[in-house]
């Protein structure tokens, strides 16, 4: 696997060797940005207990919050990278690198001085109770202190994988992941620090990985470095790189919004134990999530440097490309997750009514799976091509749209189950519209290769 691949051979090389080149190092390290997650829960849940992962559960929609507002800039600025290197505008390529460290560092600060004095009241809000709360508050705090951190380490995870070191950007990862794992086990086992522990292991793992990556956009003999004078925010790349990245922040808003309700949902028809099985169901599903979401990355600056550079042929197959690659996915843990889920439960709690709550809850929720691959795809396409409000607006449909009248009937009638039976309802609902859009997107393409000089996308 090259370390560095040229920019220039995005608009050359075979399409099926880029995806490999791009996309297995983004897999490898979006997978190992779920087992972040996994590796938390597996710990907190047989080292602390059942009621610990349900404060675990209770922090989710705070972390993607903070998720949020990192895609808001690491996404958007990569995506810009990409277009502007297929335009051969390497000037504002490093303007863009020294405008996501400002930006993430500035966010960083000010997401974790909103939250730290209102964080009781948010986790209350979210769905804790007294049993759960001192877990909850125990892990925020310490993620919320080193948030700043994580935004800068994931910004330029990302500048690294769409300026050519997909490989390097894997890597650094991967010491990440693995690190924390070892600190994981240290922390609650041998030290006994609970879920404390766990938090302080994610912190540290990640300020060793943010180090990595700085010492790597020093280097001026990288493609793309700090130089003078680029690390000053300018109001187009702003603009740009919030305009472009708003779609996926709009998805991880969603998120929090959804995993509220499905919190207090499942609280009000089952109780805490049954926010710790959606903890769990939710981090298995995201397991196979993130492979798509890595394909999807490996796609970005393939198709972003093709459609900046009007090559319209290989813009579609490889998209025609990853579907077939992200269904295959999708499929494949729907099928998992049907034939053997009381055994992947178990991986995260030996206690027998969580591991039954979050089995059943786990075929339901994965019931229509195989099209969740095709509908991320899609959206992320618009996306990498520049065209925010349809990827916005296919964002938005899965989440608010479609699932949240979902969540507030259905639970009304079949309590529980309700709750699980809304998201593939509502994932067949959003891949429908996504199907429509992405065929009308293709006759605009057809259109553009007929006349290439004379059609705007």
């Not at 690294?160 to 609650?188: D, E, H």
């Not at 700085?214 to 000053?232: V, Y």
């Amino acid at each position: 696997m090259a370390q560095q691949a040229s920019p220039q051979l995005l608009g050359t090389e075979k399409i099926s060797t880029l995806l490999l080149r791009y996309a297995i190092p983004a897999i490898i390290a979006m997978m190992a940005s779920s087992l972040y997650n996994l590796t938390d829960s597996i710990f907190i849940g047989h080292g602390v207990g059942a009621m610990a992962l349900t404060g675990l559960g209770i922090t989710m929609p705070l972390m993607n919050l903070g998720a949020a507002f990192g895609s808001l800039v690491g996404i958007g600025a990569s995506t810009q990278l990409s277009i502007k290197m297929g335009q051969n505008d390497r000037q504002s390529a490093l303007a863009i690198l020294g405008n996501v460290i400002l930006l993430n560092s500035m966010i960083g600060l000010g997401y974790t001085l909103l939250c730290l004095p209102f964080l009781d009241p948010i986790l209350y809000f979210f769905g804790a109770t007294e049993n759960s709360i001192g877990y909850a508050r125990s892990y925020m705090l310490i993620i919320l202190c080193g948030n700043i951190v994580t935004h800068v380490y994931l910004g330029l995870n990302d500048m690294l994988r769409a300026s050519g070191y997909p490989g390097k950007a894997m890597a650094i990862m991967l010491t990440a992941v693995c690190l924390n794992a070892v600190l994981n086990g240290i922390f609650i086992f041998v030290l006994g620090w609970g879920i404390a522990g766990s938090a302080w292991a994610t912190v540290i793992a990640q300020c060793v990985a943010m180090g990595l990556e700085l010492k790597h956009f020093l280097n001026p003999k990288s493609f793309i470095h700090f130089s003078r004078g680029a690390i000053r925010l300018k109001r187009s790349i702003v603009r740009g790189i919030l305009s472009i990245g708003m779609a996926p922040f709009l998805m991880y808003v969603c998120s929090s919004v959804i995993v509220i309700l499905i919190n207090k949902s499942l609280l009000q028809y089952g109780g805490d134990l049954y926010i710790g099985a959606y903890s769990n169901v939710n981090r298995i599903a995201m397991l196979f999530v993130m492979i798509v979401m890595g394909l999807n990355q490996g796609m970005q600056p393939i198709v972003g440097y093709n459609f900046g550079a009007r090559k319209i042929d290989r813009v579609t197959r490889t998209l025609k490309y990853v579907v077939c690659c992200a269904v295959s996915v999708t499929t494949t843990g729907f099928i998992v997750c049907q034939l053997f889920p009381e055994n992947i439960t178990m991986l995260f709690t030996d206690d027998p009514d969580l591991i039954a709550i979050s089995s059943h809850g786990l075929r339901i929720v994965l019931a229509m799976f195989p099209f969740v691959g095709f509908q991320m795809v899609t959206s992320n396409f618009f996306q990498s091509i520049g065209m925010a409000p349809k990827a916005i607006f296919l964002s938005l449909t899965r989440q608010l749209i479609f699932l949240v009248p979902f969540l507030l009937i259905l639970p009304g009638f079949f309590g529980s189950n309700g709750v699980w039976m809304s998201m593939p309802m509502a994932d067949t609902a959003a891949t429908t519209l996504a199907a429509i859009l992405l065929w009308k997107q293709f006759r605009k393409f057809r259109r553009m290769q007929a006349q290439p000089l004379s059609n705007n996308p």
